[in-house]
């Protein structure tokens, strides 16, 4: 069944999956295996948030993390979407969340402020000229990509290095206006060179912004905001009121953001499901509630890490039953049983539990493997370890089913992200017990000096 008959009920045209790769990214075998799923579940394009994952070359080589996508990679990964009817939209971050950027000795010299890489200093014309470079790169590997989301949320500091300091003690000039003429430079850029590429921005630093200044700006003719909100009981009435607000200033369409996976903590290992599809179920009622002609579409995140220093969140294959649930939702409007029937169809799951971790059946979908045992891990491995009850035997049952875990993990991701994840949820408990048995070995065992003369 194409999408196209599939959105019948939805309010939402475009629903996108996003893939955040500044932490465990997915080995292209394992985007082959999930993106046929992605468009069985009713998603129709992808928000590609590479980060430190894409090939940059030249001068901005640097940038590159390890395990980086080669060209024919990102071409892969392009004709993979392709194939499976997925519109791929690339993001780049181009103000704040630049830590992957700017933690680098030779470009920490275009920080707002010295001791923090995450946000650029818009008064350089050498900022410019750098996103203006990783644009350039990226859209090369992205020919004809009708949106271009270029970041933009969470510009911390905004206003606190000497140039703004500056530049703020001059009449009629605010934070607001700083933040908006970044915001304008970077679009400007992106039109003058793509002049069909529309670009996306997050909207949480135009919120409180005032409605004239908004429309001073000449930002809303040039950008589509992205509206963001994870939480399960958002606020619906105050999204109505601020799509109003942007529609007021000039804004021609708006996107919606809820989450699937990431953003209910830090180092959250398993997915609360059931809050995702409430979060999803409220933005299904915000789009109800507020002009949805200006609704072009929803993105449905899935967090990977908080920012690029932080540590890993849920897996992308720990969150495939919470994106199941939340897009089929967003399809027929509501999570009804035969939704739920659906669901597990899809899953292959015999009887799916989205009020806590626990469901019946592992699963057939790609990856469903390694949910299971990041489940048994996330369950049982640091109270069995507490508990302590069989020493060694326990240590030998941990040990096979890390083993297990850990070759599953190593079809799916690169061995870093392995590596990390095991460190992060695994091998802190594991070293615990090994130290724990090897005391209680020494304590058992009789001292070889016991009876002699010392």
């Known amino acids: 069944m194409k999408n196209s008959e599939m959105s019948g009920s939805s309010p939402f045209k475009m629903r996108l999956v996003h893939l955040d790769l500044k932490g465990a990214p997915p080995k292209v075998s394992y985007l082959s295996e999930v993106f046929p799923l992605f468009h069985a579940l009713g998603a129709n394009g992808l928000l590609l948030e590479y980060e430190d994952m894409f090939p940059y070359e030249g001068h901005l080589r640097l940038l590159r993390a390890k395990h980086a996508y080669s060209p024919p990679e990102i071409k892969e990964i392009l004709r993979l979407a392709t194939l499976n009817e997925l519109e791929v939209i690339p993001l780049v971050q181009t ?42 790169q990226v859209m090369e590997l992205h020919p004809g990509a009708r949106w271009l989301h270029v970041g933009c949320d969470e510009v911390y500091y905004l206003g606190e290095g000497e140039a703004s300091r500056q530049w703020l003690q001059q009449e009629h000039n605010t934070k607001a206006r700083l933040c908006l003429s970044h915001i304008k430079a970077v679009a400007c850029h992106v039109l003058a060179r793509h002049p069909t590429t529309r670009p996306l921005v997050w909207d949480d630093m135009l919120r409180a912004i005032p409605e004239d200044q908004l429309s001073a700006s000449g930002v809303p003719q040039l950008v589509e905001p992205v509206l963001w909100d994870y939480g399960a009981d958002l606020d619906i009435h105050g999204k109505a009121l601020l799509m109003e607000k942007y529609r007021k200033c000039g804004f021609l369409r708006l996107w919606a953001a809820s ?38 579409g929803i993105v449905l995140t899935g967090w990977q890490r908080y ?56 699963g057939t979908f790609p990856g469903s493997d390694i949910l299971a045992l990041v489940t048994h891990v996330g369950l049982h491995l640091r109270s069995s370890v507490d508990a302590l009850l069989e020493r060694d035997s326990l240590l030998a049952r941990w040990s096979t089913v890390v083993q297990e875990l850990e070759a599953a ?17 695994v091998q802190p408990s594991l070293r615990r017990l090994q130290g724990l048995l090897q005391d209680l070995r020494e304590a058992a065992s009789p001292s070889p000096y016991v009876g002699q003369d010392p």
């Open 409 to 425: 993990l190593h079809r799916v991701f690169y061995p870093d992200a392995v590596e990390e994840w095991l460190e992060e949820n």
């Open 307 to 362: 920012d690029h220093f932080s540590v890993l969140c849920e897996l992308l294959p720990v969150g495939i039953p919470s994106l199941a649930v939340c897009l089929q939702s967003l399809l027929h409007g509501g999570f009804a049983e035969d939704v739920k029937a659906k669901v597990e169809n899809f899953l292959g799951i015999s009887n799916l539990e989205i009020t806590d971790f626990i469901s019946e059946g592992a």
């Open 259 to 296: 989450a699937f996976k990431g953003a209910t903590g830090a180092s959250q290992a398993l997915t609360p499901t059931e809050h995702h599809l409430r979060n999803n179920m409220q933005w299904l009622r915000v789009a109800a509630s507020g002009p949805s002609d200006m609704l072009q």
């Open 95 to 136: 103000f704040g969340h630049m830590e992957f950027v700017l933690k680098h000795k030779a470009l920490a010299h275009l920080r707002e402020v010295a001791l923090f890489p995450n946000t650029l200093n818009p008064h350089e014309a050498e900022s410019l000229a750098l996103v203006g470079a990783m644009i350039s």
